[in-house]
């Protein structure tokens, strides 16, 4: 009985340490991309109204044509004009818009529902949302 206690101990053991060994190394090029910066800035109050562009800027290079600019009940949501592209960076999308003075508007950059904001892996970026407001 003694032996065969043993023999499933190190098994066990065997297991978990091939377990560990199959892990993906923990990284900046393995974590899911994040945002880094956007124009106008979260929680900006004093917005120009004539802004006629939103960017994002990401932690790493992103699929190009991908994309979830999405409503959030915060505040409004921007009128878009045209399609969202990416910059030569690959990491800043920007889209152009057309803003109302005093108004509060509330962006999600990807959502627990729309993730297609991805980088060139595939992985989708961490959800973040965009609040600011216009004079």
Excluded: H
Excluded at 19 to 25: D, M, P, Q, S, V
Excluded at 71 to 94: H, M, N, R
Excluded at 101 to 110: D, E, G, M, S, V
Excluded at 115 to 131: E, M
């Amino acid at each position: 009985m003694r032996r065969l206690m043993v023999i499933l101990a190190v098994s066990m053991a065997a297991s978990v340490l091939l377990a560990a060994g199959n892990e993906e190394r923990k990284s900046v090029a393995t974590a899911r991309p994040s945002v880094v910066k956007t124009v106008p800035q979260c929680g900006d109050t004093q917005v120009a109204p004539n802004v006629r562009e939103i960017s994002v800027t990401y932690s790493k290079e992103m699929t190009d044509k991908s994309w979830s600019w999405g409503t959030a009940d915060e505040g409004e949501f921007p009128e878009i004009v045209g399609q969202p592209k990416y910059l030569a960076d690959k990491k800043t999308c920007v889209v152009e818009v057309k803003l109302k003075p005093r108004t509060t508007y509330a962006i999600w950059l990807n959502s627990d529902k729309f993730r297609k904001f991805k980088d060139k892996n595939g992985r989708p970026a961490v959800p973040y949302l965009l609040v600011f407001e216009t004079k």
